[in-house]
């Protein structure tokens, strides 16, 4: 087990269509309106003065895999049958977490309370936006760490989507990050503050499984109306 490892992401181009795709808005047949994309274009502004992306990571050794579950070393486990398809075979797997900071937080809330709804609205989707676009770089950047030393990738999965139920697996991933030394915190429902956060593995080895190019989205039960694409 290394020692978990923090990097900084460098702020990833993010768009206003990107804001738009996070949104769900559809404008392919009608063009926005012009007061639209002034809202748009000043917040995304805002957006990138908020966010620092960052993502913090580690590897354990993978023991084996049962049905349905992943052991690792130090007697830990996580729980997902297609996460044990996945890594079983592998020689270790990477936990990390990615966040961009509490800052876009505080300025949706103040948006919020002070009844500017449509601006609180368009920074959290400029804030999914940035971390979807920011765990990409990251996950990355992670790929090729372990292709220098000669290892293949699996693609990422994380909990909380259909595959994989179990949300309190993400106390096993923060735990043996000790994600709190990057301001991470967990709800007692288990959902991640700062909320534009995310918790992911991904496995290394030289005999992994050949999933013909597919990725976790391929395996989610919402992908057919899931308006992002996940990575």
Same mark, same amino acid.
């Given at each position: 087990m290394t020692e978990p490892i923090i990097w900084e992401i460098e702020l990833p181009d993010v768009t206003i269509e990107d804001i738009f795709r996070a949104e769900g808005a559809d404008y392919s047949k009608s063009p926005p309106r012009p007061s639209t994309l002034e809202?748009?274009?000043?917040?995304? =502004? !805002?957006? &990138?003065?908020?966010?620092?992306? *960052?993502?913090?990571?580690? !590897?354990?050794?993978?023991?084996? *895999?049962?049905?349905? #579950?992943?052991?690792? #070393?130090?007697?830990? %486990?996580?729980?997902?049958?297609?996460l044990a398809r996945v890594a079983g075979a592998a020689e270790?797997? $990477?936990?990390?977490?990615?966040? $961009?900071?509490? *800052?876009?937080?505080?300025?949706? !809330?103040?948006?919020?309370? &002070?009844?500017?709804?449509? !601006? =609180?609205?368009?920074?959290? =989707?400029?804030?999914?936006?940035?971390?979807? %676009?920011?765990?990409?770089?990251?996950?990355?950047?992670?790929?090729?760490?372990?292709? %220098? *030393?000669g290892l293949n990738t699996t693609f990422s999965l994380g909990p909380g989507h259909s595959y994989w139920n179990s949300l309190e697996d993400i106390k096993t991933i923060f735990h043996l990050l000790n994600a709190g030394q990057m301001g991470l915190r967990l709800t007692d429902s288990n959902l991640m503050l700062p909320r534009k956060s995310i918790a992911m593995v991904l496995a290394a080895g030289r005999d992994l499984p050949d999933f013909g190019g597919k990725t976790h989205c391929d395996f989610c039960s919402l992908q057919k109306k899931c308006h992002i694409s996940h990575f």
């Open positions: 809202l748009h274009g000043r917040v995304l =502004a !805002e957006a &990138a003065s908020l966010v620092r992306p *960052a993502v913090l990571w580690r !590897e354990v050794d993978v023991l084996g *895999a049962g049905e349905g #579950e992943l052991f690792l #070393e130090g007697g830990k %486990k996580l729980t997902s049958s297609l270790k797997l $990477i936990l990390f977490v990615m966040t $961009i900071g509490s *800052a876009l937080d505080q300025r949706e !809330e103040y948006y919020s309370k &002070a009844g500017r709804t449509l !601006e =609180a609205f368009v920074l959290n =989707a400029g804030g999914t936006a940035y971390i979807l %676009k920011s765990g990409i770089a990251a996950k990355d950047k992670i790929n090729e760490h372990y292709q %220098k *030393a």
